[in-house]
């Protein structure tokens, strides 16, 4: 393919030497301008409001030195109110993973009555204010219970509140990518011999496995942070049932910023670890297909 | 069999985690009859408790709209470098504490710091005032209208933009006539979402409003102070009206949520 | 001259996808871009529309330079491969749109848009909107659209390529007497040398980012350039180191001066034509034969032949 053929009216001012690059165009240069400008504001808009406070927040609690925040968070109230939340928060995890799949598995395979209006309950903890799901299952499983059962102001009370909160995420996370599993699949292995229970183990859960950490890193992450839900249940008792973030707001009111920030700096970087291993995951389950 | 006992399962604990809990406080409200509960409504606090929610609500969902969709043109239509840092920026609220962010707001804007005094000195008051609580609720609800447009602008493509241009359109125009009509059913999502969750939030707005009755006391708050002070009545029927709130805005996101073919 | 294209080079990050293009669109015309894809035959359309910067070069349109004009301001009608239909408007609103943004009056726009309508033959299709209609009907659409506007260029990007068979022949012809009606200078993009063949005024042939030849469908068919052009533009065979077209080859029983001996190893009969094809030493190659030819000539496999390119045939001296 060596011959060109330039059409004959083709007289192109076929100069020596390099074309003359092309001035960048109105319209590119108005483009660009544009990118830099909502770059620009929504730069400000984030520093404003997200960025500067949470940088606020790491520096008063950890800018006096490493020995500063370690004493801040593990003076005896805030060790016991870390080691609380953090367990309660592993606990629900785990719970959400087992019961959110579950509940996502029935939403899709099974049917009955009402199922659409199940679905769509699913999503009330997302909608109902915080305050609001403290204060109904304080009416359920307070000291007024009509069945008898006072959680207030136990730690259980606590994971309660916590399971309500976080119920979505899991359930919201799986569903979607069992309607989309290939059900071929689980007959191919049907077909090969395999059992329900082989099957799920082997074909079904491995496919559901990114979903099902995504959802539960979220859950775990949603009720490290909680705050809302808890108070009124909780009933807020130091070494017994304080969570974290009601401890921060007890710092808050009785002026101790610096011990605030200390243990709502343990709180973010819990946050930041979350967000980070889920971007992982998210490329991990892509990666698989 | 199994099929029986999972369905069980999962409808036992539907039933006693959320069900039975939200339908108890519906009965408790109106088992006297639907006046006691207007009548709670209707007091001087629970009114402005509704106007402060709906001011800040309000303030928090027209500027996380303005943001929402620009950030999500950015992110996108747009080439530029750390496009990856934005958008994990932009999910970062979702995973902060609220109280977190109460006291981040404090910090920054409160009284002792440079910038609260600075701006006390030209009288403007942010913490413990309704600024603050917009940008606390600002803050929470970031996301939303981002993550409901972005996925929608990605599918719609490029096309039917460029086929605006070489028409004549200027840019204004081609995002007014063709790119906002495109996502419109995904902004109206993304805005009840927004809408839901600022009218909704307590956390953050606990921590910077100062709690001051018949000031900064939005609807929520109203709740939690009414049921602390013993007058159980006035906080179950606030809960309710919020519950109805929740369940309208349930509703909305179901029919507007972002579906093929439409 | 309607669209001069000067030296425009192009690059996507490090790959070059246009090299050193230099392209004349006369007046009036209806040129098809015609190539493999990859060749950078929707690029050279995109930077004429301005969907895309040159990095070098010039493109002068109706002779103003274009070059840094947005697409906005380049009066140029582009169809997309895909139609880019405004899916919330209806056929009518899609077809105004350009008239709109330019402010024109509310009876003008009706009256110019029902008779573009008439000239797609979608006038009784004017208050449905894009998802009620079908391929073919969305791409009428799509050109009544870029119509409008009375564009100095028509642009075109595989605007049959999304299409099905059977619509795709039927849109042709009609695209052809569609030109003949508006004579707008008409540019369009496809990798089907059959299309450009039939459709096109003038061909030029992309390869690789560069112009590999331009001129005439029946010029670039008598005389391609070179082996690229000749095999890309219809299927060839070697015989005796030319390459040929497999019809260009006469086959007969007895020696004739200049053909070579060739042992007939299959006959495939497709309907009207018979393909033959040969064993010429360790080469294989083939020629298609009418039926007729073939039946008169007796031939199975193992029949020995003579074979040579026919006289005037294109044949293209081919290292061995």
């Known amino acids: 393919m060596t011959t060109t053929v330039v059409p004959a009216g083709a007289a192109a001012p076929a100069g020596p030497g390099q074309p003359e690059k092309v001035p960048v165009s109105a319209g590119r240069r108005q483009h660009r301008a544009g990118t830099a400008i909502g770059l620009g504001t929504a730069i400000i808009y984030l520093s404003l409001i997200v960025l500067i406070p949470l940088a606020a927040v790491v520096w008063k609690g950890a800018g006096r030195g490493p020995g500063f925040f370690w004493d801040a968070i593990t003076t005896p109230e805030a060790k016991s109110t870390l080691l609380l939340t953090v367990g309660a928060s592993m606990l629900v ?197 | 069999m199994a099929k029986y006992a999972l369905r069980a399962v999962a409808l036992g604990y539907l039933m006693f985690l959320l069900v039975i809990p939200t339908g108890l406080i519906f009965w408790k409200t109106f088992s006297a009859g639907i006046g006691p509960f207007f009548e709670a409504l209707t007091s001087p606090s629970a009114l402005h408790a509704f106007q402060v929610t709906l001011i800040v609500a309000v303030w928090a969902v027209v500027l996380n709209t303005i943001f929402g969709v620009g950030t999500a043109l950015l992110l996108v239509r747009r080439q530029f470098p750390g496009k990856r840092v934005l958008n994990l920026l932009v999910d970062l609220p979702v995973a902060v504490s609220p109280v977190v962010v109460g006291l981040a707001l404090i910090l920054v804007y409160g009284a002792f710091s440079p910038a609260g005094a600075a701006l006390a000195k030209v009288g403007i008051q942010i913490i413990f005032s309704l600024p603050g609580m917009v940008l606390a609720t600002v803050f929470v609800s970031l996301p939303l209208v981002v993550r409901a447009i972005a996925p929608v602008l990605e599918e719609l493509g490029t096309d039917q933009e460029q086929a605006a241009l070489t028409l004549g359109a200027n840019p204004i125009q081609t995002f007014v006539r063709i790119t906002l009509p495109g996502i419109r059913w995904a902004l109206g999502y993304g805005i009840v979402l927004c809408l839901a969750r600022s009218l909704g939030e307590y956390g953050a707005v606990a921590v910077v409003s100062g709690r001051i009755v018949d000031q900064t006391q939005t609807l929520t708050l109203f709740v939690e102070e009414r049921f602390t002070n013993f007058e159980e009545g006035q906080a179950y029927a606030a809960s309710v009206a919020l519950a109805l709130i929740a369940v309208v805005s349930l509703l909305l996101t179901k029919l507007l949520r972002p579906k093929e073919d439409r | 001259m309607a669209i001069e294209v000067r030296d425009v080079n192009k690059n996507f990050g490090k790959t070059p996808v246009l090299k050193d293009i230099t392209v004349d669109v006369p007046s009036g015309s209806l040129t098809a871009l015609l190539g493999p894809s990859g060749g950078g035959k929707s690029t050279l359309l995109r930077v004429i529309a301005g969907l895309e910067n040159p990095d070098t070069g010039t493109v002068v349109i109706s002779g103003v330079d274009a070059t840094r004009l947005s697409p906005q301001r380049r009066n140029v009608g582009f169809v997309f491969q895909h139609y880019a239909a405004f899916k919330h408007l209806s056929v009518f609103r899609n077809v105004a749109f350009g008239l709109e943004v330019r402010k024109q009056p509310k009876d003008k726009i009706r009256a110019r848009v029902m008779e573009l309508l008439e000239l797609v033959h979608l006038q009784d299709f004017a208050e449905r909107y894009p998802g009620q209609l079908s391929g073919g009907q969305r791409q009428r659409m799509a050109l009544a659209r870029a119509l409008a506007v009375e564009p100095q260029v028509l642009l075109l990007d595989e605007p049959f390529g999304a299409l099905d068979a059977q619509v795709r022949k039927e849109l042709r012809s009609w695209l052809r007497r569609l030109h003949d009606e508006v004579h707008v200078t ?47 533009l219809g299927p060839v065979t070697r015989i005796d180191g030319h390459l040929v077209r497999p019809h260009d080859i006469e086959v007969s029983l007895d020696p004739s001066p200049g053909a070579t001996e060739a042992i007939v190893s299959r006959v495939v009969r497709l309907g009207f034509e018979v393909r033959v094809e040969l064993t010429i030493g360790e080469q294989e190659a083939f020629a298609q034969l009418t039926r007729a030819h073939a039946d008169q000539l007796g031939l199975a496999p193992g029949t020995a032949v003579h074979v040579r390119p026919a006289a005037g045939a294109k044949a293209l001296p081919v290292p061995a």
């Open chain 1, 93 to 289: 995890a785990v719970l959400n993973l087992v019961l959110g799949t579950l509940i996502a598995w029935v939403l899709v395979r099974d049917s009955f009555p009402g199922k659409t209006i199940v679905d769509t309950l699913i999503d009330l903890p997302f909608a109902l204010p915080t305050i609001v799901a403290g204060l109904v299952l304080l009416t359920l499983y307070g000291p007024k219970s009509p069945l008898g059962i006072n959680l207030a102001y136990q730690r259980s009370g606590v994971v309660v509140a916590l399971l309500f909160v976080t119920l979505p995420f899991v359930v919201r996370t799986v569903q979607p990518v069992l309607l989309e599993l290939d059900r071929d699949m689980e007959q191919a292995a049907a077909s090969l011999g395999a059992g329900p229970w082989l099957t799920f183990r082997r074909i079904i859960l491995p496919n559901l496995l990114p979903a099902m950490i995504s959802g539960t890193a979220l859950a775990f992450a949603r009720a490290i942070a909680e705050y809302g839900s808890t108070v009124l249940i909780s009933g807020n008792i130091p070494f017994k049932t304080q969570v974290a973030s009601v401890q921060i707001v007890s710092q808050i009111e009785s002026d101790n910023m610096a011990g605030a920030a200390a243990v709502a700096t343990v709180l973010l970087v819990v946050a930041l670890v979350v967000l980070l291993t889920l971007d992982l995951i998210q490329r991990w389950g892509a990666r698989r297909g």
């Open chain 3, 186 to 232: 008409t540019v369009f993009v496809t990798h089907d040398q059959e299309e450009a063949i039939e459709v096109a005024d003038r061909i030029v042939l992309l390869a690789d980012g560069k112009v590999v030849q331009t001129g005439s469908p029946h010029e670039i068919y008598d005389h391609p350039a070179n082996e690229f052009v000749m095999s890309f």
